[in-house]
């Protein structure tokens, strides 16, 4: 599975910065011209100012709101529901999660420029980025791999630069038959499913330049960089840290224990 992230996508973020654009220019507008000209008529005629035309009234209202939302989800925070499996145990079906959006730099809101860059993901950061196949969808992985890493994968076992990652196992997850492993990437320690009756999908690689390794932490129930290919720096949307609210649809109720949720 691939893991599709929920949210409204690249398509709300075009319509949201046109609504901040729209309701900018018509609060400027009113602010320092149509308000003053609705004051100098009443005063003139002795009367009341007249109200603005909903139009104006629109922007004028809602575009401190519709101006902090549009900034907060583009440079601070993104949220996001997890849909799929490909990232258990790590990340739960119904997972409402936190992405910070200023983890590896500042990026416009629309299209692939940088405003300001930052350190690149670490090995083991759980990052939401563009799928390759196609950047109007949004993906969530690990990252294994960085720009120049030798990657080798054989038996189940990761190696990276010719270290392996340590594996422990912790024994069958729940009522599946996937077997859970807490595996250490390069000091990062974080959960792994596998199953045994599944192929082994081996392979060895070098990373590109400017070029990123993702696998999902459902190692055998996973579509990833085996299958796609490599993320460009420039596809990367921000760290995952938090899960704040999660839902199973089958009871119609909270996963209590999952909220608040650290992402390791």
């Not at 990026?107 to 799928?131: E, H, S, T």
């Not at 010719?162 to 492993?181: K, N, S």
């Amino acid at each position: 599975m691939g893991n599709f992230l929920t949210h409204f996508g690249t398509d709300f973020a075009s319509i949201l910065f046109a609504l901040t654009v729209v309701t900018g220019v018509l609060w400027t507008l009113d602010r320092f011209q149509l308000e003053g000209q609705r004051k100098a008529a009443a005063a003139a005629s002795g009367g009341e100012p007249q109200k603005a035309s909903w139009l104006v009234d629109f922007g004028r209202q809602f575009f401190p709101v519709i101006a902090a939302v549009f900034l907060l989800r583009s440079f601070v925070v993104e949220p996001f529901r997890i849909p799929s499996g490909s990232m258990i145990p790590t990340l739960h079906v119904g997972d409402f999660i936190l992405v910070n959006r200023f983890a590896y730099g500042l990026r416009c809101p629309i299209g692939d420029c940088q405003l300001l860059a930052r350190q690149g993901p670490k090995r083991g950061d759980v990052v939401v980025f563009r799928y390759p196949v196609d950047p109007k969808m949004d993906f969530i992985k690990r990252v294994v791999g960085l720009p120049g890493d030798t990657l080798r994968y054989a038996n189940k076992q990761l190696t990276v630069n010719g270290e392996p990652a340590p594996q422990e196992v912790l024994g069958r997850f729940g009522d599946r038959l996937d077997v859970e492993h807490v595996e250490t990437l390069h000091g990062v320690r974080h959960s792994i499913l596998t199953n045994a009756d599944r192929p082994v999908q081996d392979f060895e690689f070098t990373v590109p330049e400017g070029q990123y390794f993702m696998m999902g932490d459902n190692r055998d129930g996973s579509s990833d960089s085996r299958f796609w290919g490599t993320v460009p720096e420039a596809y990367l949307k921000g760290r995952a840290f938090f899960v704040w609210m999660s839902w199973d649809s089958s009871t119609l109720r909270p996963v209590w224990s999952r909220i608040g949720h650290r992402i390791q």
